[in-house]
C-alpha cells in the first residue's frame, strides 16, 4: 500500500518536473528569438495619408439609416417566433409512438416494471 502510494507521488513529481523545464526551455528558445530577430516598428510618413480618406472617415454618420429597420425587423422576429403553435403539440398528449415504445419497454422488462412518477 505504501510502495503504490510512493510510486503515486513519485510520478506525479517527475510529471511536474518535466513540464516545468519544458515550459522554462520554450521560454528561453522565444527570449533568444527574440534576441535574434527584434522587433521593428514601421515608420509612416504624415504626408503618405492620403487627405480623402480621412474626409470620407468624418463625414460617415453616427448611426446608418438602416439600423431601426434592421431593429424593428428582428423584434417582430423575435416576437412571432414566441407565438408559434409549438405548444399545442403539448397540449394533445403523446402520440401513438410513445405508447408503443412504452409497451415494449414493459414487455422486455418483465417482472421489473420500471414506474414513472405517477
Known amino acids: ?10 510520478v506525479a513529481v ?5 513540464t516545468f523545464s ?3 526551455l520554450f521560454a528561453v528558445v522565444i527570449y533568444l528569438l527574440g534576441i535574434a530577430f527584434p522587433y521593428k516598428e514601421e515608420k ?9 480618406e480621412v474626409a470620407a472617415v468624418s463625414q ?23 407565438q408559434s403553435n409549438l405548444g399545442s403539440s403539448l397540449e394533445t398528449g403523446k402520440s401513438g409512438w410513445w ?3 412504452r409497451y415494449h419497454s414493459q414487455q ?3 417482472n421489473r416494471m420500471i414506474r414513472s412518477g405517477k
Open 108 to 110: 422486455r422488462l418483465g
Open 99 to 101: 405508447s408503443a415504445k
Open 1 to 10: 500500500m505504501i510502495q503504490n502510494l510512493l510510486d503515486g507521488a513519485s
Open 60 to 82: 460617415e454618420p453616427a448611426m446608418s439609416d438602416d439600423l431601426p429597420v434592421v431593429i424593428a425587423t428582428a423584434i417582430s422576429y423575435y416576437r412571432q417566433k414566441a
Open 44 to 52: 509612416v510618413a504624415a504626408e503618405e495619408v492620403d487627405e480623402s
Open 14 to 18: 517527475s510529471g511536474l518536473i518535466i
Open 22 to 24: 519544458s515550459l522554462g
